[in-house]
Every structure is written in C-alpha cells, then in structure tokens.
C-alpha cells in the first residue's frame, strides 16, 4: 500500500464519523487535526502502511507531543481522536489488533468548573442596558444561558421555531446532533418575549438575507459565538466583574450548580445540560461540596471563621 493509504483511511474515518455517526463538524475538524498529527509521527518513523501501525507508534507520538510541551489536556484530547481512528481501521479489517489498547491516557488535574455567584448574574443582568435593542438581546441570551443551561453554540444557533413559550422550554439541538428540550423560567421567557416583540424586528430589518435565528447581530445576521464572547466580557467590565471568570461556559455551570444545590436531582440535571454521560454531570457534585466546606468554615462555630478565597 502506498503512503496516500493514511490518509485515504483518515478521510473514511471522517466520512464515517459525519454519515453514520452524526458527528458535529467542529468535532470533526479536531479529530482530523489530531489524527494527522499522529501520521505526520507514523511517515517520520517510516510507517507508511495503515496496517503495520503498532503500539510503540503511539506511545512515541505522545512522547513526542510532550517533549514539544503539548499540555496533558491537549495530549489526552488528541488520544481520543487517535483511539478512535484505530478502532474504525480494526472495524474495517485494516488493523488486525488495536494499537491503542493498553495505552494509558496522561493525568489530568481534577479542575472544578468556575461558577458565578446569584449576585454576581444579577451585576451582568443589570450591565444589559434595555433602552437598546443590543441591550435587549444581551439580556434575553444571558438569562438563557443561565436559566436554561445552554451551550454557546446551542446559544447562537436557537431558531425560532425552537423556542415555545406557551409551554416554557426551548428545544435545542446540542453535541452529536442529539436534540433535547430544556424548560425555561419565566425570567428568560420574558427577556426573551421583550427582544423578540420589538428589538428582533428592527435588526432583521438590517438583514440581507432572512433567516430563522432567534438572535442577531447590529447587521441583522445570525449571532456568533465569538460576537457573543466579546459582548459577554463587555458585560462583565461593565458590572465590575474579573473577565476572566466571565464565560458562556461559567454561566452554564452555574446554572448546573445552582440546581444541585436548590436539590435537584442529578439526573435531571444531566438531562438538561444534555450530557451523554452522567459523570460528566458529577464534576458539579464537587462543587457543591465545596460550597457548602466554605459554609462550615464561615459559619459553622467549630469553623475557622472564615470561607477559603
């Protein structure tokens, strides 16, 4: 087989992985990028053959990764990416055994997800100014991202029709294609009702093109992600909050966080946030813990009298 055989059989996985799996295209676009990584290592050691791909190969390439100074995160990323493209080679019969197997994924630091407290969601709320239509929106997309857990890009891309306010919940479209309806309380409701009576209208007036888009820029195009993370730390300078600590991202786990510790059931909570996995959803089992850790020491007698920064 020639050398074109790797990437002829990156290209079938790809293809595989958008057909039969439905998977997102930014999903995609990282596995090609870490799996061509890894056959840009297998043709400097001279592996040009898909099916003489071994064991030592992996190991070399994330010690490779590392000598470059990859984070552990990056290197377990891309792991998953290679593992995955080696279990499609051995379901196609390419690989006789799985190169991967055995192969241990790097340590990763155990990191909580950085939460905004009420108050705080309550400062960026009020930095939305509602005498303007940007203002309106910002407000509307805030307490949705809050109040309904959504991703960003489940954010920007909520069409119209996803949106029932009779019934109170959004229907949203979230990783792997997987659709799922989150409700929504009526804050959001009427933040959203507020952008969509009037200040949508106008903007979409601006609009070359129609379209569906719950959200539009000051040209009447669909939102972006990166048009909102620039808003959002606008927001945040405005309310005096580190911007650093303000993220799509940290709305969405304080909206998770906030759940639990009103007592919502974990499970719920996994189906809202529309995660696969319901360990994925226990990192915020933690988080909890430790909030109520700065309680006890805060206020509890046999406490030190005071919460850990």
Known sequence: MAEAALERGLREFL????????????T??????????????LRAAGVADPRRIARRDVTAWLEALEARGVGARSRARALVAVRRFARFLLATGVLAADPVEGVLAPRLP??????LLPEEIEALLRAADPGTALGLRDRAMLELAYGAGLRVSELVGLPLAGVDRRAGFVRVVGKGRRERIVPVGEPALDALDAWLASARPRLLRRARTATDAVFLTQRGAPMTRQNFFVRLRGLALRAGLPRRRVSPHALRHSFATDLLEGGADLRAVQAMLGHADLATTQIYTHVTRTRLRE???ARH????GRARP
């Open 15 to 26: 293809e595989h992985g958008a057909l039969e799996r439905g998977l997102a295209p930014r």
């Open 28 to 41: 995609l676009e990282a596995y090609a990028r870490d799996v061509r990584g890894f056959l840009g290592c």
């Open 295 to 297: 309680t006890v020491e």
């Open 110 to 115: 155990r990191a909580l997800p950085k939460r």
């Open 301 to 304: 007698p046999r406490g030190s």
